[in-house]
């Protein structure tokens, strides 16, 4: 044994390979497919740690869009939507000094207070603090507002326009940071598709028929969840990525289809909702006349416009004349709201033409409601000058001076039913030969197509 050992050693020192059977050989070939084999353990260990350590931060980025981003999205534009209610209702209340209106106004600051907790977790102290600060300035200027120690709603009116500025600030930050959210699961998720290949393919070289099975379902899922991303963003909010059922993917794939649920529910609210007046547009119009035409119930479509409003908007320039459709917006939904069905609609189509779908044997107490508070609200919009004179004075288009009266509404009422209309653009067509006439009538006034 000693003689045989003895040999090996001398072959080796002089550069001959050691015998087959020597234990020698056979320890460097066990350490060898030992080695093999371990590094194809460490290389698929490490491909499956470092898939699912990025999958976990992945899925944790996606949960934090779908439980802290979104819910403060929608919490600043449900606020900004009670604080343009507050501002109407404080607005009224100084006007007729009905206490009602200071029960509508604390509702809807129970509502913005809601939302104000809602952004007390994700949101840095800083913000949020200027935004309460702001809040409990405009709360001050309407409660001395209510207790009657002041009839100005100058002070209130500005309280509201900083705390607007300081809420459309704060959603175009929410919005920056969930695009930069988005990005970054997205460049987390490239990287994790290269470094995993990257560690795979090094294992592969060692173990060529093992690594792809290891391998290929994580792969998979996560190409399949990098498509999803980018068609989201692109605003394919319906796509399926159609990740299979393991654990942690089909969470993560759950949470994306929530996550683009969300977004289609944000845009579609954006694209279909009128920025000045907060009131919805052509698409809500169009979708809510088709739904009454297919129910066979019978109700009135009420178009109405304002009278003399380009003189108004020409003489007194944009910011007047827009504030003045603001404020139309208001009372048109307002009068809606309290005179109106559990289901009439208000919409704005654009510029001075708004529209209200309501029940037929509501059409007349809803037309009188926003006469009576138009009336009483535009002629605050005129100088004194100008009301003192009943109107204005201006050149028309044609360049020729004349007397333009105070703003007035016109509102063309065309009962309807399904054997009577197929559409909502005939009734739209037979609205306006109903708004033509009006327009020749002296003051607000409403009709009814015969």
């Known amino acids: ?113 809601a939302n104000l907790a809602v952004l007390e977790r994700p949101e840095p102290a800083g913000d949020l603090a200027e935004l309460k600060r702001l809040y409990r300035g405009y709360h001050t200027a309407a409660e001395q507002l209510f207790a009657w120690r002041s009839g100005n709603t100058a002070e209130l009116r500005s309280s509201a326009l900083r705390l607007r500025a300081a809420l459309d600030a704060f959603y175009f930050k929410r919005q920056e940071m969930l695009q930069a959210v988005l990005k970054r699961a997205d460049d987390q998720q490239k990287s994790t598709i290269r470094w995993a290949i990257a560690i795979s393919c090094s294992g592969l070289l060692l173990t060529i028929w093992i690594a792809p099975f290891v391998t290929y379902r994580i792969f998979g899922a996560l190409g399949k969840l990098q498509k999803a991303t980018h068609r989201i963003a692109g605003g394919d909010f319906n796509y399926d990525p159609q990740v299979p059922a393991e654990a942690e993917i089909s969470d993560l794939a759950s949470d994306f289809n929530q996550m683009a649920a969300r977004l289609q529910e944000l845009e579609q609210m954006n694209l279909d909702t009128i920025a000045l007046t907060r009131l919805p547009g052509n698409l809500a119009i169009e979708r809510v006349l088709d739904e009454r035409l297919k129910s066979g119930a019978p109700f009135a479509f009420c178009s109405a416009n304002l009278d003399n409003f380009k003189p108004f908007g020409a003489h007194y320039g944009y910011a007047k004349g827009s504030e003045l459709l603001r404020v139309t917006g208001y009372l048109i939904h307002a009068a809606v709201r309290e005179h109106g069905g559990a289901k009439d609609f208000a919409g704005h189509v654009g510029g001075d033409d708004f529209v209200m779908v309501v029940s037929a044997d509501k059409v007349a107490a809803v037309c009188e409601a926003v006469i009576k508070s138009f009336d009483a609200e535009v002629i605050g919009h005129f100088s004194a000058e100008d009301r003192k004179a009943g109107g204005i004075e201006r050149c028309d288009r044609h360049g020729v001076q004349r007397f333009f ?12 039913s399904a054997d009577q209309y197929a559409s909502a653009v005939e009734i739209a067509r037979a609205a306006a030969d109903v708004k033509d006439y009006l327009k020749k009538t002296p003051g607000s006034c409403w009709e009814a197509a015969t």
């Open 1 to 113: 044994m000693e003689q045989a050992t003895k040999e090996e050693v001398q072959k080796l020192l002089k550069g001959q390979p050691p015998s087959s059977g020597s234990r020698f050989s056979k320890l460097s070939l066990i350490l060898k497919i030992g080695a093999g084999y371990a590094a194809m353990a460490v290389f698929t260990i490490a491909a499956l740690a470092f898939s699912s350590f990025h999958l976990y931060a992945i899925n944790t980025t996606a949960r934090g869009i779908a439980n802290i981003e979104l819910p403060a999205i929608s919490a600043l534009i449900k606020l900004r939507s009670s604080l343009l209610a507050q501002e109407s209702f404080a607005g009224k209340f100084a006007i007729l000094k009905d206490p009602t209106f200071i029960e509508l106004f604390r509702q809807r600051e129970k509502e913005s207070m």
């Open 405 to 416: 009266p105070v703003t007035t509404i016109s509102i063309s009422v065309i009962n309807c």
